[in-house]
């Protein structure tokens, strides 16, 4: 058996040479969304990335929560203002939050910078649809499966509805030997200790799992793992494809009210 090419299968920017103009135009379609339609900001810590932008869709109802990507050390809310626009065009309002960045932090730590997150929009009292692109995908999974009565004995078990992961990555294992963990720092006790794969799956509740079709056969690998791991345990699992979509055009549809993902989204806020 040929041993995966771990390096070549996680680097997405050599992967996808055109990315810079890729995220160029998520910078660009962002700003004009937030000069379009503001958001409201929210504050969940003391940092100055412990921020949350909430676009408004309409008055109460489900909220959905997308966490952006980067490979937890790129990146921050603002270049995935635009990602809100399919959710707001059906009055669905959607949270883009930020967090600090590896290595100043750790992956750990971030997941728990979107825990005190998402513990500020519980207060908004509205049931939360979690979602998510790459490092975002993981941080989704991860919200959906914290025993949050655990965690706050205030907060309901149900207050994650479900989770949508786009090029999600749920075992982090893989990244350790990779020229991505230098600001990630992992080593393969850490890494496992990350991956919601091996956390107790949330049986009862619900989790999609997409990746683009151009993308490499680890992500693939990834998504189809956690679909077929949490499904047997009782999670409502299903996994998709974005047609002819790489790492950086994946979450193209979220723009589009028409697209499939979003009326995904809106479905997985009705349940």
């Not at 649809?129 to 078990?157: K, N």
């Not at 999670?235 to 009326?263: C, K, Q, W, Y």
Request: aromatic share 8%; with cysteine.
């Amino acid at each position: 058996m040929t041993a995966i090419d771990y390096e070549v299968e996680y680097n997405n920017r050599a992967r996808v040479p055109e990315n810079p103009a890729l995220m160029a135009g998520w910078a660009r379609d962002s700003a004009a969304y937030r000069a379009q339609h503001p958001p409201r900001r929210l504050t969940y810590g003391p940092g100055s990335r412990n921020v949350i932008d909430l676009f408004e869709g309409g008055s109460g109802g489900p909220l959905v929560v997308y966490i952006h990507g980067g490979y937890w050390q790129a990146l921050d809310g603002s270049s995935s203002s635009h990602c809100a626009r399919g959710l707001n065009g059906h009055g669905v309002s959607v949270a883009v939050p930020s967090y600090d960045l590896c290595p100043d932090v750790t992956v750990a730590d971030i997941i728990g910078q979107m825990r005190a997150a998402t513990c500020e929009l519980a207060k908004l009292g509205r049931p939360l649809v979690m979602s998510g692109h790459s490092a975002g995908g993981q941080l989704a999974a991860c919200m959906l499966v914290t025993d949050w009565p655990a965690y706050d004995a205030s907060l309901p078990r149900d207050l994650v509805m479900a989770a949508y992961a786009i090029s999600g990555l749920f075992e982090l294992e893989p990244l350790v030997d990779t020229s991505v963990n230098k600001a990630l720092r992992l080593d393969r006790a850490a890494a496992r200790a990350a991956s919601p794969l091996f956390w107790a799956p949330p049986a009862g509740s619900t989790l999609d799992a997409v990746v683009g079709g151009n993308e490499s056969a680890e992500y693939h690998r990834q998504s189809r793992t956690v679909v077929e791991v949490w499904g047997k345990a009782g999670v409502a699992t299903r996994f998709g494809i974005v047609p002819d979509a790489n790492h950086f055009t994946a979450i193209a549809p979220l723009a589009d009210p028409e697209s499939a993902m979003v009326l995904r989204l809106k479905q997985l806020t009705q349940l």
